[in-house]
């Protein structure tokens, strides 16, 4: 029944390894979106899709790729991971790119970078 | 760049008091939402205001947004230990942006 949904909820790895992050949404919308919180608490957005396209890509180290096989799925490959990529990240959706679409938040994926 | 800031960072309050969080953005906006984040969890929607809208109403928040000053209020009233947790503003252009939350304690 979770609407949007993360794997791993925790992941410890090494400094130069590769990881990717699953996120998965049920409720059939068309919008996904990959956000970065820092110990700060920022929470800054990274990427969007849109049906599978990109649309908002900020300035993220291109070691950082999203992919998106299907509107219901869109998982984040880190390559090379430096002690600064260390943070919690969320995956979103809406209904659409619309700005009164709301965003429907995952659990996080707490990544810790040794 | 981060768009919206929450003021104060951090509120204490005792159960039945009212919670007042603050937010102010810098660029022109379509709407401005508010979310909340418990500890560990992602974050919920609560509440959207248009930017032609000046107050807002849901259950016990009360929203009001000056696009003049741009900036925007979140009160809680009655609050609960369960409204502890961290509250967002975020502002909505050509995509959504994030401020980095007020942390709201609330005392039984």
């Known amino acids: 029944d979770t609407a949007v949904s993360q794997t791993p909820k925790y992941l410890v790895t090494q400094m130069g390894n590769d990881k990717s992050i699953k996120c998965e949404q049920n409720l059939g919308h068309d919008t996904m979106y990959w956000y970065k919180q820092d110990s700060k608490k920022f929470l800054k957005i990274m990427f969007s899709y849109n049906n599978k396209e990109l649309i908002i890509n900020e300035t993220v180290p291109n070691r950082f790729s999203p992919k998106s096989p299907d509107k219901a799925h869109l998982n984040l490959h880190i390559n090379s991971l430096e002690l600064g990529d260390s943070a919690v990240y969320f995956c979103?959706?809406?209904?659409?790119?619309?700005?009164?679409?709301?965003?429907?938040f995952g659990p996080g994926t707490r990544l810790t970078v040794l | 760049s981060q768009q919206g800031e929450e003021d104060p960072q951090a509120l204490s309050i005792q159960e039945g008091e009212n919670a007042t969080m603050n937010c102010s953005y810098k660029t022109s906006i379509n709407n401005l939402q508010w979310y909340r984040q418990n500890s560990g969890r992602g974050l919920v929607h609560l509440i959207l205001?248009?930017?032609?809208?000046r107050e807002k109403h849901s259950g016990r928040l009360r929203v009001t947004l000056d696009t003049s000053k741009k900036s925007s209020s979140l009160l809680i009233t009655a609050s609960r230990a369960a409204d502890t947790a961290s509250y967002f503003c975020a502002t909505r252009n050509n995509d959504m942006r994030f401020g980095a939350g007020t942390r709201l304690t609330v005392k039984p």
């Open positions: 979103a959706s809406s209904l659409g790119t619309s700005g009164i679409d709301t965003q429907y």
């Open positions: 205001i248009r930017s032609n809208e």
